[in-house]
T-cell receptor
Framework: RKEVEQDPGPFNVPEGATVAFNCTYS??????FFWYRQDCRKEPKLLMS???SGNEDGRFTAQLNRASQYISLLIRDSKLSDSATYLC???????????FGKGTSLLVTP | GAGVSQSPSNKVTEKGKDVELRCDPI?????LYWYRQRLGQGLEFLIY????????KSGLPSDRFSAERTGESVSTLTIQRTQQEDSAVYLC?????????????FGDGTRLSIL
């Protein structure tokens, strides 16, 4: 079983839609969780950290369910510029190596 | 300020040649990481440096891979006798410290193609 699993998509949504991505992780001892965004042929960029209490940054909301080992990202009022691959990332038990999901592809259309 | 800088951006070389990839981390970042992303795959951790030390080299795919860091700054990843399966994007990241809540910031990567 892979350490981090995501639905690869693609998710095709119209502008203004709300879209949710899910992710599961296998190591119950994992302590830190992140969502990164990766545009085509570009480097991953940190979108937001994910905290146990859930956190929001503008149109983006991240949730963590430790009992289910499940992480989610909600994007409200989608913009064309949100089109990218969203990477679920978990800090491994090593404490330094990030474990990346393969990413979920989002395409926002006019 | 400047982000993580990697060079070259692209490298095409023949099978069997040696290649050297360079990473300049964000100034003041003590932790530096190398990852590899093969086509259609997720990022794969290779090695990290805390200062100039690399305590764990188990992520390196084979003994053809080596890395060093000097002056707690620039790092080089060297691949000897390259093989076609080494073709990938090699990404470097740095973080202020090697603690769980410090996010890693990535460079643009070096796209390596082995013919």
């Amino acid at each position: 079983r892979k350490e981090v699993e995501q639905d690869p998509g693609p998710f095709n949504v119209p502008e203004g839609a709300t879209v949710a991505f899910n992710c599961t992780y296998s190591n119950s001892a994992s302590q830190s969780f992140f969502w990164y965004r990766q545009d085509c042929r570009k480097e991953p960029k940190l979108l937001m950290s994910v905290y146990s209490s859930g956190n929001e940054d503008g149109r983006f909301t991240a949730q963590l369910n430790r009992a289910s080992q499940y992480i989610s990202l909600l994007i409200r009022d989608s913009k064309l510029s949100d089109s990218a691959t969203y990477l679920c990332v978990v800090l491994g038990s090593s404490g330094y190596a990030l474990n990346f999901g393969k990413g979920t592809s989002l395409l926002v259309t006019p | 300020g400047a982000g993580v800088s990697q060079s070259p951006s692209n490298k095409v070389t023949e099978k069997g040649k040696d290649v050297e990839l360079r990473c300049d981390p964000i100034s003041g970042h003590t932790a530096l990481y190398w990852y590899r992303q093969r086509l259609g795959q997720g990022l794969e951790f290779l090695i990290y440096f805390q200062g100039n030390s690399a305590p764990d080299k188990s992520g390196l795919p084979s003994d053809r891979f080596s890395a060093e860091r000097t002056g707690e700054s620039v790092s080089t990843l060297t691949i000897q006798r390259t093989q076609q399966e080494d073709s990938a994007v090699y990404l470097c990241a740095s973080s202020l410290a090697m603690t769980a809540n410090q996010p890693q910031h990535f460079g643009d990567g070096t796209r390596l193609s082995i013919l």
